[in-house]
């Protein structure tokens, strides 16, 4: 191709990110998308730096490490989103070390006698964890500073082709939508919701996956606490369930009993964009067209989103003159 100019379907952090690096590298980029933040799935999210509900490990650990030092340098810039925890990750029965342990940079497993009752093993890190509303307005600060345009579409794209008259390179990061729009039976929702509270005065983020709490995860952001979880295969309901509410927050208070003090401040639900295996990678769609395709990033799209942003610039590099 002769230019560098590309068009990224989908606004979430996957687009931005992928947005981002691409106008950092030359490319003449816009967005365009459906919904835009706020009022996306990536707003939604958590968020912590997990490889959660996505595959596969060995694509995966090389996306999850870029993104993991990323974050590290990106912490140092101030309100935007972005803060360092312990993960603590708890088990009732014993585990081996995570895929994701050569990522981190200080792994160390946990004494039995440090653990709550009941659990035998487990295992902290230090991680990234992310405040979705502020860093998704940093992201679009810098694609815009950076020269790039967002466009909100009136309704979603049907047909790949609505939106190809005047680009030959398309970045699809549709996530969820992805499904109907290239027919991929692949992709499937993951529904989660959450809990957010005040924070009665929790540091370390706490992770129960496996064991007679789970899925349960208490993320502490400063001033409040957003606990969850659930992770629903095939269920598109995205309206908040007050019994699942109830339960996240009885799991919850039986992890850290000091949340019994913590109010209320709200509840939400989202469709994280499942698939067999993240889909990032080159079509030849037609004669004319090309797209990369970057979705299915399932519970972990912010673990991953600067590591497959770098592939799809590698991508787009293999392509453009
Ligand atoms: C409850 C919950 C907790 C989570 N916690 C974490 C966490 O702790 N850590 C983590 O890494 N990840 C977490 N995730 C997962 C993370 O949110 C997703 O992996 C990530 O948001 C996916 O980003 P995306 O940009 O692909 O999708 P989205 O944010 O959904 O963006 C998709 C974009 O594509 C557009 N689009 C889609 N289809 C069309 C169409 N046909 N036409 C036009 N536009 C279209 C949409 O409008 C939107 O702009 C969580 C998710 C949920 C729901």
């Known amino acids: 191709m002769k230019n560098k100019k590309a068009l990224v ?5 996957i687009g931005l990110t992928s947005g981002i690096r691409l106008l950092e590298e030359g490319y003449e980029v816009e967005i365009v998308a459906a919904n835009i933040p706020p009022d996306t799935t990536s707003n939604v999210a958590t968020a912590y730096w ?3 509900r996505v595959s596969p490990p ?8 870029l993104t993991y030092d990323k974050y590290m340098e990106l912490v140092k810039i101030p309100d935007i989103g972005l803060g360092i925890f312990n993960f603590v990750q708890i088990f009732d029965h014993k585990v081996p070390d995570p895929f994701w342990k050569p990522v981190v940079s200080n792994f160390i497993r946990v004494g039995k006698d440090e653990l709550p009752p009941g659990y035998v093993d487990g295992y902290i890190a230090p991680i ?23 466009t909100k579409l009136d309704k ?20 969820l939508g ?4 290239f027919n991929d039976k692949e992709v499937f929702p ?33 001033t409040y606490c957003i606990l969850g979880g659930t992770a629903d295969d095939n269920d598109w309901n995205l309206e908040v369930d007050p019994k699942t509410s109830e339960e996240i927050l009885r799991k ?23 698939r067999t295996e993240v889909r990032l990678e080159l079509e030849h769609f037609s004669n004319d067209l090309l797209i990369i395709h970057n979705y299915g990033h399932g519970g972990a799209g912010f673990t991953l989103s600067w590591g497959c942003a770098e592939e799809v610039l590698r991508f787009a590099e293999s392509v453009c003159e």
């Open 252 to 274: 919850c208070r039986e992890l850290d009993p000091r949340l019994n003090e913590a109010e209320i401040l709200g509840e939400r639900v989202g469709l994280r964009p499942g």
């Open 190 to 222: 993951i529904r989660g919701q959450l809990v957010k509270t005040t924070n009665p005065g929790l540091r370390d983020c706490i992770n129960e996956e496996e064991g007679p709490l789970a899925v349960s995860y208490i993320v502490p952001h400063g």
């Open 58 to 65: 060995e694509k995966v650990l090389p996306w999850a490490a």
């Open 50 to 52: 997990y490889p959660f």
């Open 178 to 181: 992805s499904g109907k729009l």
């Open 9 to 13: 379907l989908g606004c979430g952090v």
């Open 156 to 175: 979603e794209v049907e047909n790949i082709e609505e939106i190809t008259v005047n680009h030959k390179l398309i970045i699809n990061c549709s996530g």
């Open 128 to 150: 990234a964890r992310i405040e979705t509303p502020i860093y998704m307005d940093y992201l679009i600060a810098r694609f815009k500073e950076s020269g790039g345009k967002i």
